[in-house]
DNA sequence: GTATTTTAAGATAAAAGGGTCTCATAAACT
DNA sequence: AGTTTATGAGACCCTTTTATCTTAAAATAC
């Protein structure tokens, strides 16, 4: 798998806050239901994106999780780096260890290639790019249902 | 990872053999030894490829695995697909069970792009190719050591 | 035919990732 | 102040992957 299952509930789950209103919180629990992920493990995975400091959180009633910058701010890379680390933009392809220019792996220089389209995917697309068109064609965040059945409450 | 480990090691062993005479076979123990694998894993890995045709062993003194087909008619592709399946060249990148063109989730047009040209370079790159690039370059298929070390007997 | 060298196949064990559960802490409302 | 609603942090279990160990089977050489 490319992503971890932590990184891929990240990423729905940071698509699901960027196309509510930015000001709001949204409990967790709220979340979880909707994007039938597990409350708790849902829960660590935020965790992780608010210390990086791509989520805030607010305690108490009417408490929850919000964006902490603009959905347009947000490039799916910080995710993927937030939770998976670099690896998958770093690592040798054949699994040697401090693959690069001055040691490589018969596999380098073509890996090396690919991985960087993978890595320019990434970072050039934002959280509210995806929204949009996820809003426009009523495409899926979930295994069923469109886009707006994450809205109705 | 993208590849699993069974994936990257049986992507290793594919080249020491297109690396070596062709109609000679090499008795698993060598291999495990010198691209430092476990023995008993690396057997079931290349008991794997032998089932597919793409290597094929040989019992007794003397026996051992060799490629069934010329090193630039196995394609990396082969033994990706053979070993990790087509799961990293079909799966949807936020996870979602049957994301395609009539159902898809935001991100998958990206997607598509970015895992069609992973799919091209292990497409298009064979075991030949890579043996020629690490013999001129000396390059590494193991922890440490270059090409050459594999060879001395 | 028997010993030897090899692959083949299965059971088993260790490690990592994924997922669940419980308790503690913080903040807001009454 | 106390209750409620929420996050935060830890221990714990399950499943998959990775790796090891043991035994069986095949083929060659003598």
Sequence with gaps: M?????????????????????????????????????????????????????????????????????????????????????????ECALGLPGCGLKNPCPLHDKWAETRDSIHEMLEKTNLTELVHKGKAENLRLTTEGGFDILFDD
Excluded: W
């Design 2 to 90: 490319l992503l971890s299952k932590s990184c891929v509930y990240g990423l729905r789950a940071s698509l699901y806050l960027a196309a509510r209103e930015q000001g709001e919180f949204v409990p967790i629990r709220k979340m979880s239901d909707k994007l039938e992920i597990s409350f708790h493990f849902l829960t660590k995975i935020l965790q992780q994106l608010t210390a990086e400091g791509i989520l805030e959180s607010f305690k108490g009633p009417n408490g929850g999780i919000r964006l902490k910058r603009t959905g347009s701010d947000v490039q799916l890379l910080d995710i993927v780096l937030a939770i998976d680390g670099s690896q998958l933009l770093t």
